[in-house]
């Protein structure tokens, strides 16, 4: 991992994030997102993108700000945000980047994936960043590990206090309890299925969080 990256992996990085966010809007304008819980030709995309940075990264290191600078970093790690379907390869992400020094990786970068990877294995997230439908129907934040103390947490990874953001996930329409129920289901099927987390997790999960 001693190679520096060139214009063309960096150029090539940012090209990625372009696909995702172009696949996105295209299946948003076509009403196609809400047909699926994950889309398959967004979940493609992904796969792809992750499976190509995750050579970059073994051959020239994380594109931290100090090698790539801050819009090819974001890029990249919005890749990795996305690559939900590769558990072994966010987590590896995530180790990675824990690692690093402020100036190299934003904490605001890591509190976001941190509580995407607890999010994703049914734990209790620490900064508030995931936000989901419950079983009763509301749209909300995700379990958090230390309420008390969750907009300190946030002020020192860079993010807005948590009822701003409530605020603006405030017109996020209610759905049924069985609609909820389903998505639900269908959810912790897929989060099992691609190696996220277990059943006792998700016993876990309803034990201590409930919702």
Known sequence: MSSEFTIEICQEIL???????????N??????????G???AMEKVHLQNSHRLKKIINKYGFPTIDKVGE????????????AISDPSFMCD????????????IPLKSIAYLSDRISFFRRKPQKYGTQFDYGLNGKFGVWWLEMPQNIDAL????????????????????DISEAQALKMRSEQEAW?????????DDIIYCKRFYGN
């Open 71 to 82: 819009k090819v970093h974001i890029a990249a790690w919005r890749i990795v945000q996305h």
């Open 191 to 199: 989060l099992m299925k691609v190696g996220w987390c277990t059943m």
């Open 38 to 40: 994950y889309h398959p």
């Open 93 to 104: 992400c995530y180790r990675l980047i824990q690692s690093g020094s402020k100036t190299k």
């Open 154 to 173: 946030r002020v020192n990874a860079g993010l807005p206090p948590l009822k701003k953001v409530e605020q603006y996930f405030s017109n996020n329409e």
């Open 27 to 36: 299946l948003e304008d076509q009403g196609e997102l809400k047909k699926y």
């Open 15 to 25: 090209n990625m994030e372009q696909t995702d966010l172009s696949t996105l809007k």
